[in-house]
């Protein structure tokens, strides 16, 4: 079986722990999105593993992990990463694959995203400046772009890289003021790169299709969420890649219709770090609540994250748009002691009501969510092993959000570790 597993609403649902847990059952892993703005966690008895470029598949010693052509590699984290899970003892020597068509973040695209910021002031975006818009920028301008593949030839990159830093100095100095970049110490870097990273590099089309003739399982792992997909989610608040289902064939080679299972995740509720609209939004007691019980702080950039209910007209958007089969709830131990629960059903704009997720934000930012609601529980569910023992509530809870987002649920998280996560079936 192959499985494609992305978020469904603005990030950090939880991808992590599920790619980890079925992962289980695959033989490689595929990134195809997204660079070090993601931040993926996986718990491993008391160990927590915070993994940014690294497929979550990484923590186990067989499974191959592939970097696809869509994702923007910034290779200081990605050595920075390989070290760490060495030193637990995890080599990823032999199955780490990087394709030779990613885009590379290098460090003048973290100081164009954190400078764009910067100017924008009240109107930023909240990047994470991890440089992934200026990178994805760079690939969609072609001219100035550089892939891992530059990396193979040094004599190349050289030349091609003081013409990059060239046309780069006049946009810092005319729009930023900023100090000039130098090509020397760029390059350095990059030759510290290549070294390390050229063993890894390889045509990852040509192997992912390759693994399928072989009969191999692979799961692709999305970064980022639907809301966040660069044409579909909510723009200008978005990221710069395709971070909904639609960008996995796109990110790594390989035609959607060999994937047998598209898993959505969710949490219980609604996170949204940066700026944007979230009609769900609780900025309260009942937000911060929630904030408390979750730890909702960011993995990649520690801010804390905006809370609200489970918007199930976004999630219903979200799970149309990516073609997903079936739904990851995490989170729901979180929700206990909450008296009732609140579910966005439809959204009132302009007076009018409507179950549509408006594609422009001037809309969203009008929108008023329309409630169901239900009761909450006070049981402690992080022991629970089976879907029937949940108590009554939590079903009934769980029975809402299928409702109104028309997906089924099979999948439901109770805490952050491997075994707290129940199978319905
Ligand atoms: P990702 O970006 O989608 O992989 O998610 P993150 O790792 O950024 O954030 C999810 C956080 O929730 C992590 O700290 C996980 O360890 C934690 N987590 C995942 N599932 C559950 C769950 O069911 N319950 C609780 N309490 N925590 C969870
Ligand atoms: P994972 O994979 C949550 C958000 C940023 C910002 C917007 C644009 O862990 O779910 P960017 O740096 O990409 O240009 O920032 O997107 N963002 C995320 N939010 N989880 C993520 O990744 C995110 N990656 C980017 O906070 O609002
Ligand atoms: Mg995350």
Not at 289 to 299: A, H, M
Not at 370 to 398: C, M, N
Request: proline share 4%; charged share 25%; glycine share 10%.
């Amino acid at each position: 079986m192959n499985y494609c597993v992305v978020g469904l609403q603005w990030g950090d649902e939880g991808k992590g722990k599920v790619v980890d847990i079925l992962a289980a059952e695959s033989d490689v892993v595929v990134r195809f999105n997204g660079g070090a703005n993601a931040g993926h966690t996986v718990v491993i008895g008391d160990e927590k593993f915070a993994l940014h470029l690294m497929p979550s598949g990484a923590v186990r010693d067989r499974t191959w992990c592939v970097i696809g052509n869509g994702v923007a590699v910034d290779p200081a984290v990605l050595i920075e990463e390989i070290d760490c899970l060495a030193e637990e003892n995890i080599s990823i020597n032999g199955r780490l694959f990087i394709s030779e068509n990613a885009h590379i973040v290098l460090d003048y695209h973290k100081q164009e995203d954190r400078l764009r910021e910067e100017v924008l002031g009240r109107a930023k975006l909240g990047t994470t400046i991890r440089g992934i818009g200026p990178c994805y920028a760079d690939k969609v301008g072609r001219s100035y772009a550089v892939r891992m593949g530059d990396f193979r030839d040094l004599d190349a990159l050289k030349p091609k890289l003081a013409n990059i830093v060239e046309y780069k100095n006049k946009i810092f100095s005319a729009l930023y003021d900023a100090d000039p970049i130098k090509t020397e110490e760029i390059f350095a870097k990059c030759v510290e790169y290549a070294q390390r990273l050229g063993p890894f590099i390889s045509n990852t089309t040509q192997l992912l299709h390759q693994s399928i003739l072989d009969g191999k399982s692979i799961l692709f792992e999305g970064a980022q969420g639907a809301l966040l997909d660069l044409d579909h989610g909510t723009f200008p608040f978005v990221t710069s890649s395709n971070a909904s289902s639609l960008g996995m064939s796109a990110g790594c080679g390989v035609p959607a219709r060999l994937v047998d299972k598209f898993i959505g995740v969710v949490k219980a509720y609604t996170t949204r770090v940066g700026a944007g609209p979230f009609p769900s939004e609780q900025d309260n007691e009942i937000g911060q609540y929630i904030r408390d019980r979750g730890n909702e702080y960011g993995t990649t950039t520690g801010r804390p994250r905006r809370c609200g209910w489970f918007d199930g007209v976004a999630a219903g958007y979200s799970a149309a748009t990516g073609g997903i089969d079936e739904v990851a709830m995490m989170h729901l131990d979180t929700l206990a002691g909450l008296e009732e629960l609140k579910v966005c059903r439809a959204y009132r704009i302009n007076g009018g009501e409507t179950k549509l997720f408006p594609s422009n934000v001037a809309q969203l930012e009008k929108a008023e969510c329309i409630y169901e609601t239900t009761a909450g529980w006070d049981q402690d569910l992080s022991e629970v092993k089976i879907f029937d023992d949940l108590p009554r509530a939590v079903r009934d809870y769980i029975a809402m959000v299928e409702e109104i987002s028309k997906v089924p649920v099979s999948i439901v998280g109770v805490g952050p570790k491997r075994s707290q996560t129940i199978f319905r079936k």
